[in-house]
């Protein structure tokens, strides 16, 4: 089983930055694969960016690339995303996500298998 809680959520106006961080426990060890999705009111759950822990490779969606950054700190069991120059189309709840196997379609969300509650992202224009 692992535990998954977002934070770094806030408002912000358009062309900040916000960092989220996805604070991993329990067996944490099992997870290989860890994600970014956001949802807005209406709309279907969207991934944002993901990665293989262990591996350099991150994914992204078209919408974030070249702004938001996703890392990992084995050490701290934390899942980050570096959001740069924020626009009002971001504004969404954000998630984290995790699997203990290659998934393959890092972005999309069927198969996850442990989420998180979300961190509220607003961005004012």
């Known amino acids: 089983q692992v535990q998954l809680v977002e934070s770094g959520g806030g408002s912000v106006q358009a062309g900040g930055s916000l960092r989220l961080s996805c604070k991993a426990s329990?067996?944490?060890?099992?997870?290989?694969?860890l994600a970014w999705f956001r949802q807005s009111p209406g709309k279907e759950r969207e991934g944002v960016a993901a990665?293989?822990?262990?591996?350099?490779?991150?994914f992204y969606s078209d919408s974030v690339k070249g702004r938001f950054t996703v890392s990992h700190d084995n050490t701290k069991n934390t899942l980050y995303l570096q959001m740069n120059g924020l626009k009002p189309e971001d504004t969404a709840m954000y998630y984290c996500?995790?699997?203990?196997?290659?998934?393959?379609?890092?972005?999309?969300?069927?198969?996850?298998?442990?989420w998180g509650r979300g961190t509220q992202v607003t961005v004012s224009s």
């Open positions: 996500a995790a699997l203990g196997t290659v998934h393959p379609d890092p972005l999309d969300a069927d198969g996850y298998e442990y």
């Open positions: 329990g067996r944490t060890t099992s997870v290989y694969c």
């Open positions: 990665l293989f822990t262990g591996q350099g490779k991150a």
